[in-house]
Structures are given as C-alpha cells and as structure tokens.
C-alpha cells in the first residue's frame, strides 16, 4: 500500500508536468476555474484538516518557488514556515541520537560482586562497596553505578530496627503501663492504673484510686516491683500525672549523660533502675498491649456493672484479673497467662463440662471435669 504522502506528491508531480505541457490560454482559464471553485468552497465550509503529505508539499514549495506565497489561501504563510523549521529540527534530533543511551554497562563480574557484597551486608551503602572494590579488588566505580546494581533491601536497614522488632525482641523484659477512668452512679471519676507484662500477658498491678498523683505512681510502682521482679523497660504514655517536664532534661550521672521527658522516668532510673520509654506524642498505638487489655477490661466487665462507689469498681477489676491470669485464653499467646494449677494438669477421659460463673455470670470459666 503506497502512503498518503507519496500519492501527495506524485499527483502534484503529474499535475505540473501536465500543466507545462498545455497551453497557456487553456492554463490561464484552468487556473480561473480553480481558484473560482476555492473561492466558493473556503466561503461555505470551514478550513479544512491537513496532512503530513500535504504540509511536506508546501515545504518543498517554499523551498523551490520563490512566489509560494501567492498563491497560497487555505492557510498563513507562517504557518508554512513553522512546519518547515518543526521539520528541520526533527530531521537534525534524529541525526544527533546516537544507537545506546546512557552509561556503558560494567562487565558482568563487577555486577557480581557487587550483587553479593550487598546480599551479605544490607546495611552497607554505595560508598562503603565502592571503597570495597577499589582497596581490595582495584576496582574503581562511581557510587551510582553501584547504586544501579546492588540487591533490593528487604525492609530498614540493620542497625535500625524498628519499634515492633524491639519489643518483640525486648518483650520479656518489657512493661506497660496506663490508666483507664470509670464513672459511677454518682458520676465521681475513678482511675485504674494497670501494669501489664507484654511477654506473658500478665498484669503485674491493678491499682484504683479517686485522686492519683505522681507519689501514688511511683508507690504502685514499688508495689509491683516489690518481689525482686524488675523488668528493664517501662513503657508509658504523656499522662500529666507522670510529672512531664515539657522538654527533655539532660541530667550527668555516672559519667554519662541521660535524656528524661517526664519526671517518672528519672525517678525511675535513679531509684528503680528501669528505664522509662515514652511513646511518640498522639501515638497510642505504640503500646497496643495495655490499650487492648483495657478495652477488654472494659468490654468484658466494667460495661456490664453500675458501680456505687470506688469499692464496687476495685473488686470487680480485682476478680476479672484473676479470671484474666488464671483461666481466659489469650490470642496473642495462644494460651492462658498463669493457668490455675488444675488446668495445668491434662483433661479427665470421659468427663463432662462445667461452667463456673465469673462477676455474677458476665463471664464463665468454662471446666471439663470427671
């Protein structure tokens, strides 16, 4: 199939030889009939769309006749004058565009040293394996080169863990701590502050209280840690009734110096011998294990119950960490925290089931027994 645009300029070929052939009296009237028949067309109808053939033919007509313009009605001499520089300037771009682009490629050797010093070590950069290759194998490559070949990295770097790989890692020796506030009928808010142990699931304290304060904190504290039970890590919140400072205070001690946020945290150091982690400002989901325990203490307990004083409030908490501890299964440890001693013992054969009421019959401790 022969393009548009040779067709355009071999008709126009045919047209000019025909009419160098013919005379110029039936030219001149040929030429008077056209013109006639474009005159009418351009008043009745809009300009037309043009194509590539056709703007290469008035080019080349601009470049060949020096009265192109003349004759020249369906569109500005300018614009004929664009399309050829538009033309000259795609002709010289695809001259000067050379067969491959960007850098050469470094032998395949080089690539694989490079793909297996970044395996082995995710936590080394560009510049660290260019020094590499120069030391030892005298290889010398740009830091972008070797950026362009290195192995993807699997998540953060090494040596920045991040906040869940550390207590997954530190959850043995992690705690949490915060408060959870209940109305009573009498709408007097009652606090409960709750002291969890984030590798077993087991809640360390429950202590209730209508007036807390920085002194009654650090006394629940001692309470929990009364037993030689000391983790090294205390998570909290920015709760005002941990003394927060507003600014972090640098305090020199035993030749070093440390960075405290909140009044509770020195305290804790210099007394306790734990170290006390503030979460991020607004950031509650950093200690999403007391969070959910207080949610379950509320959902499974504290909604069921119209309490009438602090007394009510402190007994309820009281038996439900108990059936929390000794015989709720908990999903996060696919078992129970501190299972009573009976349920450590393997189900009788033959037996049958026995539901023990907890709070009333709120909750039930379910039993297989003989």
């Not at 109305?183 to 699931?201: M, N, P, Q, W």
């Not at 207080?294 to 499974?300: A, W």
Request: charged share 25%.
């Amino acid at each position: 199939m022969i393009p548009p645009m040779i067709l355009t300029l071999v008709s126009a070929m045919i047209a000019f030889l025909r009419a160098a052939l013919m005379p110029r009296a039936t030219l001149a009237l040929e030429n008077a009939a056209l013109r006639q028949q474009l005159t009418v067309y351009l008043r009745t109808r809009r300009r037309g769309r043009l194509r590539a053939g056709d703007r290469l033919f008035w080019v080349a007509l601009h470049r060949l006749w020096p009265d192109w313009t003349r004759p020249l009605v369906i569109v500005r001499p300018e614009t004929v004058i664009g399309w050829h520089r538009k033309g000259f300037r795609m002709f010289w771009r695809r001259r000067s565009r050379s067969r491959r682009l960007g850098r050469p490629r470094i032998p395949e050797q080089h690539i694989a040293f490079i793909r297996r010093i970044s395996g082995d070590h995710p936590e080394w950069g560009e510049d660290k394996i260019a020094e590499e290759l120069a030391a030892k194998f005298g290889i010398e490559h740009s830091p972008s080169t070797i950026r362009r070949y290195m192995v993807p990295r699997q998540g953060p770097p090494r040596g920045n863990q991040t906040w869940r790989t550390f207590v997954r890692n530190h959850a043995k020796e992690l705690w949490a701590c915060d408060f959870l506030t209940q109305y009573t009928a009498l709408f007097a808010v009652v606090y409960i502050f709750v002291v969890i142990e984030i590798g077993s699931r087991r809640i360390v304290l429950a202590g209730v209280t209508t007036n807390p304060s920085l002194p009654w904190v650090k006394q629940q504290i001692r309470q929990a840690t009364a037993w030689d039970v000391t983790p090294r890590f205390l998570v909290h919140d920015n709760d005002g009734i941990f003394g927060q400072c507003g600014k972090p205070v640098l305090v020199a001690r035993r030749d070093r110096r440390r960075s405290y946020r909140c009044h509770l945290d020195r305290w804790l150091d210099e007394v306790i011998g734990i170290e006390g982690i503030p979460i991020p400002y607004r950031a509650p989901n950093a200690s999403p294990h007391v969070e959910r325990f207080m949610r379950t203490l509320r959902e499974e307990a504290l909604d069921h119950f119209i309490f009438l004083a602090t007394d009510h409030i402190r007994r309820v908490v009281r038996e439900f960490v108990c059936y929390y501890h000794g015989a709720r299964p908990s999903q996060a440890i696919r078992g129970i925290p501190d299972p009573h001693p009976e349920l450590k013992l393997p189900p009788p054969e033959g037996g049958k089931l026995l539901a023990l009421p907890v709070l009333g019959g709120v909750q039930h401790d379910y039993r297989f027994v003989a």
